[in-house]
């Protein structure tokens, strides 16, 4: 107490959500802290179940899918969002795998709105019958996502990109419930080769649905996209048409509905704040209840990481080694290390970099400035002008290697 | 989902006596050997000199006496004290992690 002047003896950390593929509704402006390391997170990702009718070959599940018997119990989930209430978390994603899947759906949505958590639900929406919906929506469901292949019109080509026969027509039905219900819809469409040239039709699709939001979200290439990219990988005229289109979109559409695009970072100069930021507002729950800072840092082999039956959330958010080893920008490498850009992307993804340099600590391909880069960005340019192998569906076992199927698969096969 | 609904705003005076509301959480996170606070949408990172003062604020208090306590600690003027505190307070009361 030896200062007179007027002093801030706490500081406070805002916490936001500001990019990436995890999109938060919550849209505050970044207040840059670099004093304070560690913020409360946002949003939490629970991925209810691996379970899931489609079997789309851009999925982001591991390709290690989790089994039924591992998966929390009911009460466990319980305990993960009074848990994430606690810890500051704002926000809940209840996805997958498809957690309708999930029979006791219902018991979470309930607790977590009761713990005063926001709830959205990300799902494919094959399995939902209307008054499954309605039902959610009274146990407290704030908000629905609903992923698309295609649109209607083209319900053949999204069905076969889904491995799901109906799945388009389906999906079309409960979005129309959706808003009846009168509950706030987004709609996300993985973009790649086989969609790509629907771009428009697909965001006029989702404002014919009632869509008060779409993502138009460019395939991110790990887990199964990654084992898919030369069949996904659009060439970079077809990408620089579709973003042309957002523009012009996003223009056209100003107050009727809120266009979300996630670029493909083959095609940046510079990487994506993967998760906005590792460790600082994001937490990814399996559905054996291994805690990760991004849904896909399972691929960083040399990470172990906790699980919420073993330990508080909060703890394992705050302590955690696998939260605590890429937060922040300590642990940086050059040319990250000094680069005036490592606050605004922390060096891109950490997957990336340990999958094509073996050190998850070094500068993402992605990046421009990465001495990797330009051999990196050659693969998406000549795949993707290449004939299209047939998809590797997303199925437990699907991703071993087998010998390849010499046709294209059918959703029938499945 | 950003809408509360609008209080009367809590000023602090010597007089008030505070206290932080039940879901306001301050802990010792041992793994830094620091204090945090935990508030619905935020984390607080409160100096040494922030946790003495919130460890005081229990309701029955007033802000005067915690000053009269940390000046005798401190062997420092009450008035620097009491008025450093009231800023304090105040600030972190129009946050909504302090009530009086
Ligand atoms: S991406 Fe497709 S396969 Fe993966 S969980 Fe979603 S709907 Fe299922
Ligand atoms: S060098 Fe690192 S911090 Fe700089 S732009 Fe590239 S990835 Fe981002």
Redesign the interface.
Same mark, same amino acid.
Not at chain 2, 29 to 32: E, F, Q, V
């Given at each position: 107490m030896n200062e007179t002047a007027p002093e801030k003896h706490v500081k406070e950390s805002t916490v936001t959500m500001d990019a990436g593929e995890m999109r938060c509704d919550a849209s505050s402006a970044p207040s840059p802290d670099p004093s304070c390391v560690i913020r409360a997170p946002i949003g939490l990702l629970a991925e209810l179940t691996h379970r899931c009718p489609l079997q789309c070959p851009y999925c982001s599940n591991p390709l290690e899918l989790e089994k039924v018997n591992t998966e929390l119990t009911t009460e466990e989930w319980q305990k993960v969002m009074r848990q994430a209430a606690q810890l500051g978390i704002l926000q809940v994603h209840l996805s997958g795998g498809e957690p309708t899947a999930r029979r006791d759906l219902e018991e979470i949505i309930t607790t977590a709105s009761e713990a005063g958590l926001y709830t959205n639900l990300i799902t494919a929406a094959v399995l939902l019958k209307r008054d499954r919906l309605e039902k959610l929506k009274e146990c407290g469901l704030d908000h629905v996502q609903i992923s698309i292949q295609d649109i209607d019109t083209a319900a053949e080509n999204a069905d076969r990109i889904g491995g799901y026969k109906g799945g388009s027509a389906k999906k079309k039905e409960v979005a129309g419930w959706v808003r009846e219900l009168g509950m706030p819809l987004t709609i996300n469409a993985p973009i790649h080769r086989h969609n790509i040239h629907n771009v428009e039709a697909i965001i006029d699709y989702a404002v014919s649905l009632g869509a008060g939001r779409v993502e138009v979200a460019h395939v991110q290439y790990y887990a199964w996209a990654l084992k898919n990219r030369a069949s996904l990988m659009p060439t970079r005229e077809a990408f620089m048409e579709a973003a042309r289109i957002v523009e012009r979109k996003r223009e056209e559409l100003k107050g009727i509905i809120v266009i979300d695009a996630v670029v493909p970072d083959y095609y940046a100069k510079f990487p994506k704040p993967c998760m906005g930021g590792w460790g600082k507002g994001i937490i990814n729950i399996t559905p054996s209840g291994r805690v990760l800072p991004c849904h896909a840092a399972e691929s960083i082999t040399q990470l172990e990481f906790d699980n919420v039956k073993d330990r508080p959330l909060a703890d394992i958010w705050l302590n955690g080694d696998a939260f605590n080893k890429y937060r922040g920008t300590s642990w940086m490498k050059e040319p990250c290390r000094t680069c005036p850009r490592r606050e605004v992307d922390y060096g891109g993804c950490r997957c990336q970099a340990f999958a094509l340099t073996g050190d998850a600590a070094n500068t993402d391909p992605a990046c421009s400035l990465s001495p990797m880069h330009e051999e990196w960005a050659k693969v998406a340019d000549v795949e993707s002008h290449l004939a299209s192998p047939a998809f590797i569906y997303r199925r437990p076992g699907g991703a071993s290697p087998k010998p390849a199927p010499a046709k294209t698969p059918e959703p029938s096969d499945a | 989902?950003?809408e509360t609904a609008p209080r009367q705003r809590t000023v602090i005076s010597a007089e008030s006596k505070p206290a932080m509301p039940r879901y306001i959480?301050m802990r010792h $996170? *041992?793994?830094?050997d620091r204090w !945090?606070? +935990? *508030?619905?949408?935020? @984390?607080? &990172?409160? $100096?040494p !000199? *922030?946790v003495e #003062?919130l460890k005081l604020c229990d309701g029955a208090r007033t802000v005067g006496e915690i000053a009269e306590h @940390?000046a005798k600690e401190?062997n420092?003027p009450r008035e &620097? !004290?009491e008025a &450093?505190i009231v800023?304090?307070l105040q $600030? +972190?009361a129009d946050?909504g #992690?302090v009530k009086a």
């Open positions: - | 989902m950003n959480k $996170d *041992a793994g830094r !945090i606070i +935990l *508030a619905p949408e935020r @984390l607080f &990172d409160p $100096d !000199i *922030a #003062v @940390l401190y420092a &620097d !004290i &450093d800023t304090m $600030d +972190l946050k #992690v």
